[in-house]
């Protein structure tokens, strides 16, 4: 498996481009006020550089801002529910696709993929049940956090302390719940569940060494000096199950 960083200046750092099946490789760590201007330089970038298929990786992302999730879902959907909150006393609120901007269209001569795990929460959550939902995206990995709570922080009076306060619930486009409950089973429905044959089971070893083997990889160089990994040996089975899976859903004949 050869990844290499696309060809652009000003590409983040957490962008790669597969060769030769052009397949893209994004991870968004957080959802942040910069997060969705970064994301449109990188997929301009992979767009520019023939990209045929995308990987997004949001493995241990704790989540972020409502706003950037659902301007990056918009992204990619170009029509639909992204997310909806309902609350207790206030109106339901419902995000919508829209056609303008959607980025890599016709969907079927691009297929996207969405790495998860265990602590991949809230935004992250958006995201993927989103493009899973639309059947835009194949999830892959194991199942998500089950974050699906809107907290307001409201300021004490003494300035020195914040109460974070649940006034709503993020809900699915299919209009399943997405926050797992103190009581709630394994059975139960909340998170994002990996696409049938999709599920990617880690052993705890296995879990350590893809966080040091990222980090390291995360470590950007100067030029010019020659790259030691940290783990030379180690397989990245979940974004290697990604690959496999896109490989197989793009055109035989790739459109000119």
């Known amino acids: 498996m050869v990844i290499q960083r696309v060809p652009a200046k000003f590409l983040p750092p957490h962008c790669r481009l597969n060769n030769p099946d052009k397949i893209a490789y994004l991870r968004i760590a957080t959802f942040s006020e910069t997060t969705v201007g970064e994301l449109r330089t990188a997929l301009a970038a992979i767009q520019a550089a023939g990209a045929r298929g995308l990987v997004i990786d949001v493995r241990y992302n704790p989540g972020g801002l409502l706003a950037a999730a659902v301007e990056i879902c918009d992204m990619f959907l170009?029509?639909?529910?992204?997310?909806?909150?309902?609350?207790?006393?206030?109106?339901?609120?419902?995000?919508?696709?829209?056609?303008?901007?959607?980025?890599?269209?016709?969907?079927?001569?691009?297929?996207?993929?969405?790495?998860?795990?265990?602590?991949?929460?809230?935004?992250?959550?958006?995201?993927?049940?989103?493009?899973?939902?639309?059947?835009?995206?194949?999830?892959?990995?194991e199942r998500s956090y089950g974050k699906g709570s809107v907290q307001n922080v409201i300021p004490m009076e003494s300035q020195s302390s914040a109460l974070k306060l649940t006034t709503a619930s993020y809900w699915r486009p299919s209009g399943k719940n997405i926050h797992r409950f103190p009581d709630s089973k394994e059975t139960d429905e909340w998170g994002v569940t990996p696409n049938p044959e999709m599920?990617?089971?880690?052993?705890?070893?296995?879990?350590?060494?893809?966080?040091?083997?990222?980090?390291?990889?995360?470590v950007v160089r100067e030029v010019g000096k020659p790259r030691t990994?940290?783990?030379?040996?180690?397989?990245?089975?979940?974004?290697?199950?990604?690959?496999?899976?896109?490989?197989?859903?793009?055109?035989?004949?790739p459109p000119q």
């Open 229 to 253: 990994p940290l783990l030379p040996d180690f397989k990245d089975r979940v974004l290697e199950k990604a690959l496999q899976t896109l490989r197989a859903a793009m055109p035989a004949n």
């Open 199 to 218: 599920e990617v089971k880690l052993e705890d070893k296995e879990r350590v060494d893809y966080q040091r083997w990222r980090g390291d990889r995360d």
């Open 78 to 141: 170009d029509d639909g529910v992204i997310v909806s909150t309902r609350g207790r006393n206030q109106q339901d609120l419902v995000y919508s696709a829209h056609r303008e901007g959607t980025l890599f269209l016709p969907a079927k001569e691009f297929p996207i993929a969405i790495l998860v795990n265990r602590y991949s929460a809230s935004a992250s959550e958006i995201l993927a049940a989103a493009l899973q939902d639309h059947g835009r995206a194949v999830i892959i990995g």
